[in-house]
Antibody, heavy 120, light 106 residues
Framework: EVQLVQSGAEVKKPGESLKISCKGS????????IGWVRQMPGKGLEWMGI????????RYSPSFQGQVTISADKSISTAYLQWSSLKASDTAMYYC?????????????WGQGTLVTVSS | DIQMTQSPSTLSASVGDRVTITCRAS??????LAWYQQKPGKAPKLLIY???SLESGVPSRFSGSGSGTEFTLTISSLQPDDFASYYC????????FGQGTKVEIK
């Protein structure tokens, strides 16, 4: 069974750094693209970017390029989303999700979400 | 960026109704469109991919159609479990989601 298990909720202050994780299991982690989706409180879904853990090829939405870093450690089947300096506007639920086909595509499997709260 | 515009934003319907949600792309995306259902506090669930292919395990009352710039998601007979939010997603160039459609009980 394919599972994506995300790290727990985080409460941070503006300016702090953060790295959240998404551990894949039940499939070959290196052969499927994994992406991140943001959902701000009461709002819709926003595609942030994807990574291919096999070679770390990464694609970012222009809206998120330079704002976050997507990475993966294939030795522990885990993808990451990180910020170097959080803003209050980063407060949101963040989902990781796995694609079924190569390149930019739709998401078939989803993690449970990680709630990030940024507040002074 | 390719913009995706969903309509309506909110839809009030009754059990048994036929429901149609529209998604329009700002430029042609061929058939590179997916539809998701999301319930409060839950992750989205894939319903339709490549505009009209039903994901395994999804009830056949859900169907998708369209190509180019105009797409529709149809629920042939709305069931109690279908009251949720629905999102389209294009993946022709990068990827963007529509703003969502909330299906409410009338």
């Amino acid at each position: 069974e394919v599972q994506l298990v995300q790290s727990g909720a985080e409460v941070k202050k503006p300016g702090e750094s953060l790295k959240i994780s998404c551990k894949g299991s039940g499939y070959s982690f290196t052969t499927y693209w994994i992406g991140w989706v943001r959902q701000m409180p009461g709002k819709g879904l926003e595609w942030m970017g994807i990574i291919y853990p096999g070679d770390s090829d990464t694609r970012y939405s222009p809206s998120f390029q330079g704002q976050v870093t997507i990475s993966a450690d294939k030795s522990i089947s885990t993808a990451y989303l990180q910020w170097s300096s959080l803003k209050a506007s980063d407060t949101a639920m963040y989902y990781c999700a796995r694609q079924r086909v190569r390149g930019v595509s739709y998401f078939v499997y989803w993690g449970q979400g990680t709630l990030v709260t940024v507040s002074s | 960026d390719i913009q995706m515009t969903q309509s309506p934003s909110t839809l009030s319907a009754s059990v048994g109704d036929r429901v149609t949600i529209t998604c329009r792309a700002s430029q042609s995306i061929s058939s590179w469109l997916a539809w998701y259902q999301q319930k409060p506090g839950k992750a989205p669930k894939l319903l339709i991919y490549e505009a009209s292919s039903l994901e395994s395990g999804v009830p056949s009352r859900f169907s998708g159609s369209g190509s180019g710039t105009e797409f529709t998601l149809t629920i042939s007979s709305l069931q109690p479990d279908d009251f949720a939010s629905y999102y389209c997603q294009q993946h022709s160039r990068y990827s963007t989601f529509g703003q969502g459609t909330k299906v409410e009980i009338k």
